[in-house]
């Protein structure tokens, strides 16, 4: 098949053509598009050297399938000029989301809403894509009555104007207003700022969580709050997630359903301190759950703690995920 990736250039780009390698799929051409600035860039990928192409040219090429990482206005501009030739696109960006006539989705979790005629697919939020897979099993199971969450993001998610703030905080060096992705400082810091602050004082972070959240699971009658934070950390955001049940559970039973769930690894041996950290999370491709424990103050409650690479699992595998089911579910109409 005909892949184009869009964005290319970008970490997640960049993220995107190690895992389309390591899940092989069968690229008969493979398109890489980027902003103008970036065109005529050579890229190396599978023994091969290829020519970054605008975005008009690789609509030209017309790919089965676009997969976008460059920003919100970027698929608003060009999203729908791919699938008005035919050409499924997976959009990494927040620009269509919430948009109820497109689908949200997380292939181990809600895949079957994939169809041969929505040629338009988003790909959740990063922080709240990881928190699907676990709290799946245990919805289906016990039905979710209220979550509280608190992320730890890694500055990796914003891209790599925070990262270079990140690496020239860390070498003593000032970093100008105009060469900031965040007010304050991010090395040796924590912010309690993901995104931009809303009319109601959550961040839209904090929002994509309780929306995505009930949109992916289909279940806009759960009760989410959610505090999210930027940390000084490479490799993986992670989350502490409090959930209030409908049902009882066992925590023998929890654990079961866990360690059934694809994609899913439990990492909760706290004899031996064997708990997931973003570095063991660090390039890979699965979500890891440990400090799973019943919340005693409430009737029905139990917390965790969840990591994952949010350059993989939360953006890059994901999308290449989605395009595999397409290629394995026979969707693709080329």
Known sequence: MKIAIVGATGLVGQVMLKVL?????????????????????????????????????????????????????????????????????????????????????????????????????????CSTMQMMLPLKPLHDTYGIKRLVIST???????????????????????????????????????????????????????IKLVNETRKILNAPEIQITATAVRVPVFGGHSESVNIEFENDFRITEVLALLDAFPGVQIMDDIENNHYPTPLQAHDKNDVFVGRIRRDHSIKKGLNMWIVSDNLRKGAATNTVQIAKYLLDNKLLKH
């Open 152 to 206: 730890y993001q890694s500055f990796t998610g914003t891209g790599s104007v925070a990262v270079r703030q990140y690496e020239t905080e860390k070498e003593g060096h000032q970093v100008s207003e105009n060469d900031r992705a965040y007010p304050h400082p991010i090395f040796a810091n924590c912010l309690p700022h993901c995104g931009d602050f809303e009319e109601n004082a959550y961040t839209t972070e904090e």
């Open 21 to 125: 390698a390591e899940f092989d799929l069968p690229i008969s051409t493979l398109v890489l598009a980027a902003s103008p600035r970036s065109v005529g860039n050579i890229i190396h990928w599978q023994g091969t050297d290829y020519t970054v192409c605008s975005v008009e040219d690789a609509i030209a090429s017309k790919p089965d399938i676009a997969i976008f990482s460059a920003g919100s206005s970027t698929s608003k501009k060009y999203a729908k000029a791919f699938t008005a030739i035919g050409s499924f696109v997976i959009d990494n960006s927040s620009c269509w989301r919430m948009d109820p006539t497109v689908p949200l989705v997380v292939p181990e979790v809600n895949g079957s809403v994939l169809s041969k005629d929505e040629l338009l697919i988003a790909n959740p939020n």
